[in-house]
C-alpha cells in the first residue's frame, strides 16, 4: 500500500498525465479517471510499464454516480487520499449569438459541476490526510481564460472563472484542517485539447504538460504555511491578449 495515493481527472493524456506520471514517481499511489475507457487503458498500461502503481476506471465526469465511483474505487484500492487533482476539461469555441445548449451544459457540466462534485465526495479523504500530516492538496485546472474572458470562448472562460472562485471558496471553508487548494490557470499548452490553435501557435512554442506537473510537485514541497491559491502559466504573447 502506497504511503500516499493521490486522485488525476482526465488523467490519460496531456496535463492529466504528466501529473499522474509526476506524482507516482514519486510514490504516490495513482487513480487516473477518463472518459475514453481505451484511451484511459492505454495510459495506465503505459504508466503500470514505468513501475507505477495505478487504478484506472472509466468516468463520464458529467454522471454524480460516475464520480462517486470513481472516489469509491480510489478508497478501496489505496485506503486513503492526499492528493485530489480536478483536471478533466473541455473547451468548445462559438460565436456568443450561436451557442448550442448542448455544448454550454456540457462545458458546465465538466469544468465546473464535476469539480464541485468531485470535490465533495472526496473531502472526507482528503480532511483524513491532512489531519495526518498537515498537507492534503487540492489542485483544480483552471485556465489563463478565466482571468479574462475571451471572444468565441464565453462558455468555457465563464466556467474556468467559476472554478478559480470555487477554488478560492473551497480554501476558505477547509481552512486549518491541514488541506490546501490551488487553481492551475495556464495558457496554451501541448496537449490534444490545443490541436485547434496548432496553426497559430506551434507545438514547441507552447506550455509543456511537465511544466504543469513540476508545479504540482512544487506546491507539494512548500510548507503547510505556505498557502498558494493560483498559479497563472503564460506564454509570452498570451499576456498582451490571446488565450489558452
Not at 502503481?53 to 464520480?67: C, G, H, Q, R, Y
Not at 456540457?106 to 498537515?134: D, K, S
Not at 468555457?156 to 488541506?179: D, L, M, N, P
Amino acid at each position: 500500500m502506497a504511503a500516499r495515493a493521490a486522485l488525476i481527472t482526465g488523467g490519460s493524456s496531456g496535463i492529466g498525465m504528466a501529473i499522474a506520471r509526476a506524482l507516482g514517481e514519486d510514490g504516490y499511489g495513482l487513480t487516473i479517471a477518463a472518459r475514453r475507457p481505451e484511451k484511459l487503458e492505454a495510459t495506465a498500461e503505459q504508466l503500470r510499464s514505468s513501475g507505477l502503481d495505478v487504478n484506472s476506471l472509466p468516468a463520464n465526469m458529467t454522471e454524480e454516480d460516475a464520480l462517486a465511483g470513481v472516489v469509491r474505487s480510489h478508497k478501496e484500492r489505496f485506503g486513503r487520499l492526499d492528493v485530489l487533482v480536478n483536471n478533466a476539461g473541455v473547451g468548445i469555441g462559438e460565436a456568443m449569438h450561436e451557442i448550442t445548449t448542448k455544448y454550454l451544459d456540457m462545458q458546465l457540466g465538466v469544468n465546473l459541476r464535476a469539480v464541485i462534485i468531485g470535490t465533495r465526495e472526496a473531502l472526507p479523504l482528503l480532511r483524513e490526510a491532512g489531519a495526518e500530516h498537515g498537507k492534503a492538496l487540492i489542485v483544480n485546472t483552471a485556465s489563463i481564460a478565466g482571468k479574462s474572458g475571451q471572444p468565441w470562448l464565453s462558455v468555457y472562460s465563464a466556467t474556468k472563472a467559476a472554478v478559480i472562485g470555487f477554488s478560492e471558496a473551497t480554501q476558505k471553508e477547509v481552512s486549518g484542517q491541514g488541506i490546501q487548494v490551488t487553481a492551475l490557470c495556464p495558457g496554451f499548452v501541448d496537449t490534444p485539447m490545443t490541436e485547434y490553435v496548432r496553426e497559430m501557435v506551434k507545438p514547441e512554442e507552447m506550455i509543456r504538460p511537465e511544466d504543469i506537473s513540476e508545479a504540482v510537485r512544487f506546491l507539494l514541497r512548500t510548507s503547510p504555511g505556505c498557502l498558494v491559491p493560483e498559479m497563472v502559466f503564460a506564454r509570452p504573447d498570451e499576456l498582451s491578449g490571446a488565450v489558452g
